[in-house]
């Protein structure tokens, strides 16, 4: 059940992730350094009387998710390149979930076209009670239809208070074990389409991160302030190392530190994911607040 104060913090959080997006339109270009565009954009939201519900991701071609720059990133976006911007805001703990992808090479217009159309027909369908797998048949057949693949391990997913993946997954496939209803509740679905094999990957490369509750007893000091200082502002939001950077001697001074957090259960790396056979990859996402008889989209 949606409380009236809930949708208004939800509707707060998805008109400030909105405007942050099509913002991007306008500073994401060729050249442009990456750590620039996720910190104005990060500073907007802050701006707007947001907080980032998780570091602004950037996906360049075959990069799906995960990966935000890092502290003195020298990453900027190349010519002829498909660009994903993933843009999560929340309103005291209450999240929108967003994404766009900007297309630098005519050649990729109908790969960006497809999960951009994909999406558009999610909000069509998307009614109280729909099944997740008939959200999933609608994605890929439209993706299909364009002459690619959806990415099939990769899905939308429910949200809660402070909770960005809350424990049902929408799939961007007809998954037959999927056929549960999207009752009342928060809902992001992201469309990936590729001319790829359809799927991602882990790299080793990890730049997000999320505390995780625990035994904080056995880190030494400098780690515990650490962790009490994130916590405190994030509980356990993602969160990028450029911006803990101040409580650290230097940027490998605070990897140690996220390491030992690691190696101690306090905290989760999030491996950058990439397409499997190297295929460029596009993205589009919306938020979806199920109520008893509509479906407001949030972020639309």
Known sequence: MVTDDELAKLLKAGEIARRVREEAHR?????????DVAEYLERMIRELGGFPAFPINIGVNEVAAHYTPVPNDPSVIPDNSVVKIDIGVHVDGYIADTATTLCFNPAMEGLVEAARKALERVVEVFKPGVKASEIGRVVEDTIRSYGFKPIKNLSGHSISAYTIHAGVSIPNFNDLFARYKLEQGVYAVEPFATNGAGLVKDLSL????????????????????????????????????????????SAEGLKGLLALMERNNLLTAYPVLVEKDSGVVSQFEHTFIVLDKEVVVSTL
């Open 206 to 249: 990890k730049t997000i991160y999320a505390l995780k509750q625990g035994r904080r007893g056995r880190l030494p000091p400098q780690a515990l302030r650490l962790y009490d200082q994130i916590y405190g502002e994030r509980k356990t939001l993602p969160f990028a190392e450029r911006w803990y950077m101040g409580l650290a001697s």
């Open 27 to 35: 500073v994401v270009k060729p050249g442009a350094r990456l750590v």
